[in-house]
């Protein structure tokens, strides 16, 4: 497989199981993981050249996600002894 398809799989399989952290009632963990996901589907787009038009702006998008993954692990890591 190619690695951009593994990008796909990846970022398509962090996305579901946020989805399933919604389902379980786990809104921050599935904010992180929806977060990841799009950052790992942001980042396949960019690096294939799917639309060059908006490199710019994936690249933007994918920094932004990226961080706010980082932040909300940290978070995550910080209170997960409260819960």
């Known amino acids: ?17 946020g989805i399933y952290q919604i389902l379980a009632g786990n809104y921050w963990e599935s904010s992180l993981y ?3 996901g799009l950052a ?4 396949g787009l960019l690096m ?8 710019k702006l ?13 932040l909300l692990f940290f978070f995550l890591l910080r209170t997960d002894q409260y819960v």
């Open 48 to 55: 294939s050249d799917s639309f060059p038009q908006y490199k």
């Open 40 to 43: 790992f589907i942001s980042i």
């Open 1 to 17: 497989m190619k690695k951009s398809g593994i990008r796909y799989l990846v970022g398509g399989a962090m996305v579901l199981f």
């Open 58 to 70: 994936l690249n933007i998008v994918s920094w932004v996600l990226i961080i706010l993954a980082v």
């Open 34 to 36: 929806l977060t990841a």
